[in-house]
T-cell receptor, first 115, second 111 residues
Framework: GAVVSQHPSWVICKSGTSVKIECRSL??????MFWYRQFPKQSLMLMAT?????????EQGVEKDKFLINHASLTLSTLTVTSAHPEDSSFYIC???????????FGQGTRLTVV | DAKTTQPPSMDCAEGRAANLPCNHS???????VYWYRQIHSQGPQYIIH???NNETNEMASLIITEDRKSSTLILPHATLRDTAVYYCIVYRNTGRRALTFGSGTRLQVQP
């Protein structure tokens, strides 16, 4: 099946700094990618839809100025958590669907810890 | 997308079949039933999907009732590596819409 890769798998950063997470579709082009967040013992919550060449669409309650999404190519979307705080510590997951196919493929996730 | 209802947790003995139920009584005609699983600290993994016919692949079988209001995911010979949270999602795929995850069923395979 298609492969979606995230980098880094885990990151620890200091409060107030920014962190960039990359999501790559390795063997297909993805015009649309999705970013989710998952807190411990909870389900995945959609944060935003990343569209290649245009602005991302954010879910209600997600601050677009805090979670910057860039989808500059058909194989790469990035999520930057700006001025991170401990409450931003979470598991961030991206997904993409290959054109013409129905199943979504997920990255392995990025565990962010803000100290 | 239609709402789904799954039991919060289930146990299964290693080597036995694991049958995970899902209710989706408000499913509409163009919505598919998808199953994903999430092993601890990993991204979700696609298992199988179907519209109205039963489906089988190398991982599992999907049985959908005739009225499509419920379905069962069957892992024919569960192993310890199948311990995970299993999500049943009803979805009309356009490739540009995200999946909506419920709380899923936590399957614990016991040795």
């Amino acid at each position: 099946g298609a492969v979606v890769s995230q980098h880094p798998s885990w990151v620890i950063c200091k409060s107030g700094t920014s962190v960039k997470i990359e999501c790559r579709s390795l063997d297909f082009q993805a015009t649309t990618m999705f970013w989710y967040r998952q807190f411990p013992k909870q389900s995945l919550m959609l944060m935003a839809t990343s569209n290649e060449g245009s602005k991302a669409t954010y879910e209600q309650g997600v601050e677009k100025d805090k979670f910057l999404i860039n989808h500059a190519s058909l194989t790469l979307s990035t999520l930057t958590v700006t001025s991170a705080h401990p409450e931003d510590s979470s598991f961030y997951i991206c997904s993409a669907t290959r054109q013409g196919e129905s199943e979504a493929f997920f990255g392995q996730g990025t565990r962010l810890t803000v100290v | 997308d239609a709402k789904t209802t799954q039991p919060p947790s289930m146990d299964c003995a290693e080597g036995r079949a694991a049958n995970l139920p899902c209710n989706h009584s408000t499913i509409s005609g163009n919505e598919y039933v998808y199953w994903y699983r999430q092993i601890h600290s990993q991204g979700p993994q696609y298992i199988i999907h179907g519209l109205k016919n039963n489906e089988t692949n190398e991982m599992a079988s999907l049985i959908i009732t005739e009225d499509r209001k419920s379905s069962t995911l069957i892992l024919p010979h569960a192993t310890l590596r199948d311990t995970a949270v299993y999500y049943c999602i009803v979805y009309r795929n356009t490739g540009r819409r995200a999946l909506t995850f419920g709380s899923g069923t936590r399957l614990q395979v016991q040795p």
